[in-house]
């Protein structure tokens, strides 16, 4: 079992990835952090909140963080996530409450109280709040185990800009203090996500789940594949929006769904231009390489442990 933070900005395919989470009892989610990020860091903190309670996983602590970047205004993404983040989710108060302290000081109080390289963190989001815990604790790095993020772009460019994938490009900085941090980065790309694709026959194998957590996740699917569709154009009609931040989360759980490779990854702070570009460099010797990097994904593979982990929370 891999105990796990999971720092977030739900976020449709945010929601998605904490669904699964929720579900998977390979994971012992210690805590759920969320940042500003696709809509500001108040509705962040609450849609993890509705997730949560929608999972029936109050046992779960959520701590608000980061409401802007290191250094950057903060940027929104609210077109490709609804205003209040969940799609066609109606947004509901929540009753559980919020964990007490910003999410970098959790971050810290969770990873150095636990055995050293036991504690992995999953990154949905921009990487503000993990920049910061480890600017507060220099051991950090050293302390963490897998650092597993959805973030970065290399063969077929951004998708905020040329170069950039939004949660680098939204707070470069951070990202910069995280990949230079020393610890041990799995980073999934849009090289990956891309290939992850919500087709309608997927989208239908969720929503047949006689359960609240998956009409949920669905929900926010069918919300994407509107908008994609709409936003982005499709070269065919079912082509499917591409599933991000449940990549990392599945690759916790079933590393065999990637090829990862080893690498350097860097990012480019300065340049108004390419700003956010992740430089991916293969060519290191492996047996120093800190970072890897996504290059393949088994999409089928990914919905279909989506489904059966979602299937067998019914069960229960
Ligand atoms: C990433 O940006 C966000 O909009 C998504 O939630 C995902 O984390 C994809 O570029
Ligand atoms: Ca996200």
Do not use: Y
């Amino acid at each position: 079992i891999q105990s796990l933070i999971i720092d977030c900005d739900p976020g449709v395919d945010d929601a998605v990835a904490l669904f699964l989470a929720f579900a998977a009892p390979e994971l012992e989610l210690l805590a759920v952090t969320t940042v500003g990020g696709n809509v500001p860091g108040a509705k962040t903190q609450r849609n993890a909140r509705i997730i949560r309670q929608i999972a029936g996983r109050e046992d779960v602590p959520v701590f608000g963080g980061a409401e802007r970047p290191l250094k950057r205004p903060p940027a929104g993404a609210g077109a490709f996530h609804g205003v209040e983040g969940l799609g066609d989710l109606e947004p509901f108060e929540p009753t559980g409450i919020v964990g007490d302290g910003p999410a970098a000081n959790a971050i810290v109080d969770l990873v150095m109280s636990r055995p050293e390289g036991s504690v992995a963190i999953a990154v949905l989001g921009p990487m503000t709040n993990l920049a910061l815990a480890m600017r507060r604790e220099r051991r950090l790095a050293e302390r963490l185990g897998p650092v597993v993020v959805m973030g970065g772009a290399r063969s077929e460019g951004g998708n905020v800009t040329a170069s950039a994938e939004f949660n680098i490009w939204a707070d470069p900085d951070a990202a910069a203090v995280v990949f230079g941090s020393g610890c041990q980065v799995v980073a999934f790309g849009l090289d990956a996500t891309h290939q992850v694709r919500a087709t309608e026959a997927r989208i239908v194998a969720i929503e047949s789940i006689d359960s609240e957590a998956a009409r949920a996740a669905a929900s926010t699917l069918r919300f994407s594949q509107r908008v994609e569709r709409e936003i982005v154009g499709w070269p065919t009609f079912d082509w499917g929006a591409p599933l991000h931040d449940p990549c990392p989360i599945a690759w916790l759980i079933k590393p065999d769904l990637f090829e990862t490779k080893p690498c350097r990854i860097e990012v480019e702070t300065g340049s108004d231009l390419t700003r956010g570009h992740t430089a991916v460099e293969f060519r290191i010797d492996p047996a120093t390489a800190r970072h890897r990097w996504a290059v393949a994904a088994d999409a089928q593979g990914v919905f279909d442990l989506i489904v059966a982990k979602l299937k067998a929370q019914t069960l229960e």
